[in-house]
């Protein structure tokens, strides 16, 4: 069945370095994929969406790859706030969602 | 433009009883997903319905559970005989497109409805 996953349970970094956020997925060959953030009591909130036949996007600091050989999205956080401490979850075209990464970002 | 309206935001029902959770999608909207959400744990997927048609309901438990998207008015997601287990928080979410290859947008979601089950 397939089957997707994000790293680790939580991240902790330093204000101003990069985070990067792993998605991996088996058994499945999504034609899309997307990124979201939620805040803890409220619903997730859009923030990127990756074609398979697009290797990179990037908005303002945020930065999604995708590699359907490895089967895998990197998200990248560049120069992190603590205003970006949050959970993120990664989804296929089929509105299935990973369990998501809680990032924290330490002043 | 309206977001996602869920209600109510907080419900409590006593075992044995009905839920029923709304969702009114955003305008112009025609496909509508429900989500649960136990603390501390991600999105589930429960059923994915367009106007007055169920497509993907994998996610839904056989019984006790329910979901309906009528031509007019909200999505309605129903759960008789409330257990503690049910204790979760629920969300919709809306997008004017379906998930398919030919077609890739994003969901708007609502604030979720949390249900306690005394």
């Known amino acids: 069945s397939q089957k997707i996953e994000q790293n680790s349970e939580a991240l902790n970094i330093q204000e101003g370095k990069t985070a990067t956020l792993t998605c991996n997925y088996t058994n499945y060959s999504p034609a899309y994929l997307q990124w979201y953030r939620q805040d803890p009591g409220r619903g997730p909130v859009f923030l990127l969406l990756?074609?398979?036949?697009?290797k990179e996007k990037r908005k303002e600091r945020l930065k999604v790859t995708f590699d359907t050989t490895l089967k895998q999205s990197l998200f990248h956080i560049t120069a992190s706030q603590p205003a970006d401490s949050a959970t993120y979850l990664c989804a296929f075209n089929d509105m299935r969602f990973g369990a998501g990464t809680r990032l924290t970002v330490k002043p | 433009n309206a977001g996602v309206m869920q209600n109510p935001r907080h419900l409590v029902r006593r075992r044995g009883q009905e839920a029923r959770l709304r969702c009114s999608p955003m305008?112009?909207?025609?496909?509508v997903y429900w989500y649960r959400q136990l603390p501390e744990e991600g999105l589930k997927f429960m059923v994915y319905?367009?106007?007055?048609?169920?497509?993907?309901e994998s996610g839904m438990p056989k019984e006790r559970f329910s979901a309906e998207f009528p031509k007019e008015g909200p999505s309605i997601l129903r759960i008789q005989q409330v257990v503690r287990g049910d204790s979760a928080a629920y969300f919709c979410?809306?997008?004017?497109?379906?998930?398919?290859?030919?077609?890739?947008?994003?969901?708007?979601f609502g604030q979720g409805t949390r249900l306690t089950v005394v």
């Open positions: 990756i074609r398979e036949n697009e």
């Open positions: 319905l367009q106007k007055e048609n169920i497509i993907d």
């Open positions: 305008k112009g909207h025609s496909h």
């Open positions: 979410a809306s997008s004017p497109r379906d998930g398919g290859a030919a077609m890739n947008t994003e969901a708007f």
